[in-house]
């Protein structure tokens, strides 16, 4: 269809030497434009709006999970950003407000990949489904949870380390192996804690061998033979809840030397004085990929639970990280 235009046309008489033009009975004046100063406005205070607040930053490096399997289904909790051969503090809600959320929402989102390992090697990967927090540490952890997918010889891991796929999709499958501990290995564990007793002046316990609260046997890469992990546990539990003043927990670690287990590492913290904190090995992973592995420690104290690792500098173990929470807290 044509448009049809109207047009209409306005005569305007204007006077000689006037300013004035006279339409229709209205007086209109022309005059110059304001000053400039007078046209910009004055700023607008907005009342109740709060500024943006800038997203807290979040970490570059590799971020280390550590989880459970139950059936098809794992949930990995970070532990935090891995910085050469230990890891950083994950902050509490007060030290960076929202912190923990955005933290969820950029790196743990629905779709993103991890790449798990389970006795030192890749083993498998699982892709995030859903997030959550665990309040069951001292630091409320974020969480992620999805379905696992492992290799065959890996299909009875139930425990797992974790990295993003975006930094571990590189590394390579190596074969796996679950080891149990044998007979000569739960001797030897009674034989290294009856050494460190009474070295670390702790009360002597009626039996060694009943304050034994867990026992693992792992291989570390490049070794030789296995070696051993036990914890025990005086006048005391390895889980969250009060300890005695009394009480104390013992952490040792044996590795193969020329013809028995030697001690290459222990922890031994009393309760009166430090407050409790019993560690229990969860795995081992060659964190930044240097050719040596680091030790997770999953650590019981009075109200709470926390993370802990190892490192071994110049040929000796030492605690390389261990949560702020883990502070000495002596016992009442």
């Not at 235009?5 to 006077?15: D, F, K, N």
């Not at 059936?71 to 503090?89: C, I, P, S, Y």
């Not at 930044?288 to 690792?309: K, M, T, Y």
Request: hydrophobic share 40%; with cysteine; glycine share 10%.
């Amino acid at each position: 269809m044509r448009r049809r235009w109207l047009v209409i046309a306005v005569i305007l008489t204007v006077a000689q030497g006037c300013d004035n033009v006279t339409w229709g009975g209205t007086d209109v004046r022309l005059q110059g434009p304001p000053p400039r100063d007078s046209v910009n406005p004055a700023p607008v205070e907005i009342v109740g709006v709060a500024p943006e607040t800038p997203l807290p930053e979040l970490p570059a490096g590799p971020i280390l999970l550590a989880g459970t399997r139950s059936g098809a289904t794992a949930t990995l909790a970070v532990v935090g950003e891995v910085q050469f051969d230990a890891v950083a503090d994950f902050p509490n809600e007060q030290q960076i407000p929202g912190y923990r959320d955005h933290f969820s929402s950029e790196l743990l989102a629905p779709g993103t990949e991890f790449i798990l390992f389970s006795e030192g090697v890749r083993v498998g990967r699982l892709v995030a489904e859903s997030t959550g927090v665990d309040e069951r540490f001292c630091v409320a952890r974020p969480t992620v949870t999805g379905t696992v997918e492992l290799v065959p010889s890996a299909a009875n891991a139930t425990r797992f380390l974790a990295l993003s796929a975006a930094q571990a999709k590189e590394r390579a499958y190596e074969g796996h192996r679950s080891l149990s501990h044998d007979y000569d290995q739960r001797v030897a564990s009674l034989r290294l804690a009856g050494e460190v007793i009474p070295r670390v002046g702790a009360p002597w316990p009626p039996s060694v061998l009943d304050i034994r609260a867990d026992i693992q046997a792992f291989q570390l890469q490049g070794a030789d033979g296995s070696a051993i992990a036990a914890s025990f546990a005086y006048l005391d539990r390895l889980q969250v809840g009060a300890a005695p003043a009394a009480a104390y927990s013992l952490f040792v670690i044996g590795e193969m030397g020329d013809r028995d287990y030697e001690s290459s590492y222990v922890w031994y913290r009393p309760a009166g004085t430090e407050g409790k904190g019993a560690p229990r090995f969860f795995d081992h992973l060659d964190l930044n990929g240097d050719g040596e592995a680091e030790i997770l420690l999953d650590v019981f104290g009075r109200d709470s639970r926390w993370f802990a690792s190892l490192a071994r500098r110049g040929g000796t173990w030492t605690t390389a990280f261990q949560d702020s929470c883990g502070q000495s807290n002596p016992s009442p």
